[in-house]
C-alpha cells in the first residue's frame, strides 16, 4: 500500500507529465536533443527523454519568503541557446497547467505557483492527510 507521500508524489508527477507533453509538442521540434539525450517516447518516464525533464522537488524553504514548498524545475535538453522570452513562455504555461490542475488533484488545499526568487515554487497546504 502506497504511503501518503508517495500518493501525492504520484498525483504531482502525474500533472508535471502532462506539462512535460505538452511543452514537447510546443517546443519538441524546434531544438536538437543534447547529443546523449534520448528521443521523446524512448523511456517509460517522460522526464527522461525528449528535449524536457520538467518536475518538483521539496524545500523546507529556509530563507524563503514564502516558506515551504515545491520548487518546480524546468530542463531543457539541448546544447542550442533557448531564449529568455521562450523560457519566459514556457513557464507560463507550466503556471497555467498548474493553476488548473492543482485544485483538480488536492482539492481544497489553496495551493498556488509563485515565483520565489528566481525559480518558481508551489505552496499552500501541503499536508498529506489526502485519499
Do not use: C
Not at 507550466?94 to 492543482?102: A, D, E, K, M, T
Amino acid at each position: 500500500m502506497a504511503t501518503e507521500l508517495e500518493i501525492w508524489e504520484g498525483k504531482l508527477g502525474g500533472i508535471f507529465n502532462e506539462i512535460d507533453h505538452l511543452l514537447e509538442d510546443r517546443y519538441g521540434s524546434l531544438f536538437p536533443l543534447h547529443p546523449v539525450r534520448p528521443k521523446r517516447g524512448r523511456t517509460a518516464n517522460p522526464e527522461s527523454d525528449g528535449l524536457f525533464d520538467v518536475g518538483a522537488s521539496f524545500t523546507a524553504g529556509f530563507g524563503s519568503a514564502h516558506g515551504q514548498g515545491y520548487v518546480i524545475e524546468i530542463r531543457w535538453s539541448t546544447l542550442s541557446k533557448v531564449s529568455d522570452d521562450m523560457k519566459s513562455e514556457a513557464e507560463n504555461i507550466i503556471i497555467n497547467v498548474l493553476g488548473r490542475r492543482l485544485p483538480e488533484e488536492f482539492p481544497g488545499r489553496a495551493l498556488k505557483v509563485v515565483r520565489d526568487g528566481h525559480v518558481l515554487k508551489i505552496t499552500g497546504d501541503l499536508s498529506l492527510d489526502i485519499k
